[in-house]
């Protein structure tokens, strides 16, 4: 997997609250943007307990699976302002992705068609409802965005069309200088496998 990515914290903030991870699990990779609720040393705390305990799980389990993720993120989170996340598990051998999401943190996978899975509302160590995984079909050279809200969220498709055949970083860069915004933490990731 190819990975370009840009995270900076809010103008005049040295701690970031926003944060993510990228794990390789045997033949499946595992992709979470998570966005610390509010700015600071308090939303960084937050996220990175979220990232520490993802890490933990997918050392201590043999497969992953993104509900039991949730569930374990939100325990851990209860002792903090919480987080907002979305979290992919890309199979390429399987053709599929799998995908949970609470809050708004945007995912897209731009392929044949685009997709656009719906996070279900609430705040992971806060008020996390039931949380559900969606499948979906995926395949080699598949574009995949995932962004959190310090990117204004209608990222133009057309655009998206236009940078494709640009490297991974290449493309967040440039959504990233047309889509940020100063006022918060800002993510951006942009994921592709090379085709076969
Ligand atoms: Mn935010």
């Not at 993720?69 to 996340?85: P, Q």
Request: charge should be negative; aromatic fraction near 6%.
């Amino acid at each position: 997997m190819n990975v370009g990515v840009i995270s900076r914290p809010k103008k005049g903030f040295s701690a970031n609250g926003d944060s993510y991870v990228i794990e390789k699990i045997d033949q499946k990779i595992l992709i979470s943007v998570i966005d610390g609720i509010g700015h600071g040393v308090h939303a960084d705390n937050a996220a990175t307990k979220c990232v520490n305990t993802i890490k933990k799980y997918i050392q201590s389990s043999e497969d992953c699976n993104l509900i039991i993720l949730f569930n374990r993120c939100h325990e851990a989170l209860k002792s903090t302002d919480g987080v907002v996340m979305a979290s992919i598990l890309v199979d390429a051998p399987c053709g599929t992705i799998r995908y949970a999401g609470i809050g708004n943190i945007a995912t897209r996978i731009i392929g044949m068609k685009n997709i656009y899975p719906i996070p279900r509302g609430g705040i992971v160590g806060y008020n996390m409802p039931a949380v559900k995984e969606y499948t979906y079909p995926y395949k080699r050279g598949d574009l995949i965005l995932m962004y959190t809200d310090g990117i204004i969220s209608r990222i133009n498709s057309d655009l998206c069309i236009r940078l494709q055949n640009l490297e991974e970083q290449t493309i967040a860069e440039e959504l990233f200088k047309q889509y940020a915004r100063d006022d918060d933490d800002a993510t951006l990731l942009v994921a592709r496998e090379e085709s076969t």
